[in-house]
């Protein structure tokens, strides 16, 4: 099994990303980190990782949480959110007071952290009916996260997708190279049960790549190239910020959608 970290990389110019999310670009650093997501401030420089004496690259860097303005308001991106009853890469009630779309990539090390760390706590909300997650993987790093998004679509069509996606990040930690090979895939799926023959023929069939491409051009055409990237009730922020971070925002939107 094959696991590393690796950095995000940078794929356009900081005012571009501002633009896409409808933010003036003179509107400062410290705001923009706030509005949005600041992918370029938050994220590691784009790095060949190092391989650890284990085998396994490090990362040792984490991105520091941004302080959140008050005074100004950040663009509503509710419009993005999907409540569809047919998705089946989301979590929780179709008409929950709010929602949290995840744009993520299988070998981004801190969509691992965050999955490992806040995920759990997000889904206590889910739990009591208050929040849907939606998931969007962008597979900014090619082939091999493409081909793992289209497994997590895959054990999701036999109702195992938190399962498949809590493997793809064990411990808070990716997979890469023979890790995210079809044959490991298929694997993984066994070891959770799964039909091995319907998922390889989900997993390698044009529905749910058109879905997955579908799901991927959504976060590039909303500027979210560095991962994890959110919107939160509308509200759009990035990274593995401290999980009391996401509990605020999720607490505030809960509010705001009581009047």
């Known amino acids: 099994m094959s696991r590393a970290h690796r950095s995000d990389p940078t794929h356009a110019s900081r005012d571009g990303v501002l633009r896409r999310w409808g933010i003036p670009v003179g509107i400062g650093v410290a705001v923009a980190a706030l509005i949005a ?61 709010v929602v949290l779309v995840m744009f993520s990539d299988f070998q981004c090390s801190f969509c691992a952290k965050w999955s490992d760390e806040t995920l759990p706590e997000m889904r206590e909300y889910v739990e009591r009916g208050e929040l849907r997650i939606e998931y969007r993987d962008v597979n900014i790093y090619g082939e091999d996260s493409e081909r793992a998004a289209r497994a997590s679509l895959a054990a999701a069509m036999q109702g195992e997708h938190a399962q498949y996606h809590a493997l793809l990040f064990e411990d808070g930690e990716i997979r890469s190279g023979q890790g995210l090979s079809e044959e490991s895939l298929v694997e993984l799926a066994g070891q959770i049960g799964l039909d091995t023959e319907q998922f390889a023929a989900d997993m390698n069939s044009e529905q749910v790549a058109e879905t997955i491409a579908e799901n991927a051009q959504q976060g590039i055409d909303l500027g979210a190239m560095s991962t994890p990237a959110f919107i939160i009730g509308g509200t759009p922020t990035a990274g593995a910020q401290p999980t009391e971070v996401f509990t605020e925002l999720v607490d505030k939107a809960l509010a705001e959608s009581e009047g």
Do not use: N, Y
């Open 37 to 97: 997501g600041v992918f370029w401030v938050q994220q590691e420089p784009a790095t060949t990782p190092t391989q650890g004496s284990g085998g396994s690259s490090t990362s040792s860097e984490q991105p520091a949480a941004i302080e959140h303005p008050e005074s100004v308001a950040a663009p509503d991106l509710s419009s993005q959110e999907g409540r569809d009853p047919d998705d089946q890469l989301a979590e929780g009630p179709v008409d929950a007071p």
